[in-house]
């Protein structure tokens, strides 16, 4: 059963603004490692970012313009989304738990999170 419910996703035009939710059922983002990634169609799904037990790590192509948060007491993982590009669109996935470490080995490793989310489309176009 599906206990991560992402929202805040849609359409945006080239230099827009999203933020992401993912609200968990099961108290699973509290104190564990969170994730966001995102997959096209046709394509591997790609680590946006994540948040372990140091600083986040981003990939390249969303430095400087995404930012990962938690609140724990809300149960809740956001992704703020900035200057969105066409790039970006894609159907982004959040995950967590239940281990905490370091942020880029949980990018790096997607089958360390046991909680996914069902996704949510986000395309950016004019």
């Known amino acids: 059963q599906v206990h991560l419910v992402e929202s805040g996703g849609g359409l945006v035009q080239p230099g827009g603004t999203l933020r992401l939710s993912c609200i968990d059922s099961?108290?699973?983002?509290?104190?564990?490692?969170i994730g966001w990634f995102r997959q096209d169609p046709g394509l591997d799904r790609e680590a946006v970012s994540c948040q372990g037990d140091n600083d986040p790590w981003y990939r390249d192509s969303v430095k400087g313009r995404f930012i990962i948060s938690k609140n724990n007491a809300e149960n809740t993982t956001y992704l703020e989304m900035n200057d969105l590009q066409p790039e970006d669109s894609a159907v982004y996935y959040c995950?967590?738990?239940?281990?905490?470490?370091?942020?880029?080995?949980?990018?790096?490793?997607?089958?360390?999170?046991?909680?996914w989310g069902q996704g949510i489309q986000v395309t950016v176009s004019s």
């Open positions: 099961r108290s699973e983002i509290f104190g564990n490692a």
């Open positions: 995950a967590a738990g239940p281990l905490n470490g370091d942020s880029q080995l949980m990018c790096s490793n997607p089958v360390l999170f046991r909680s």
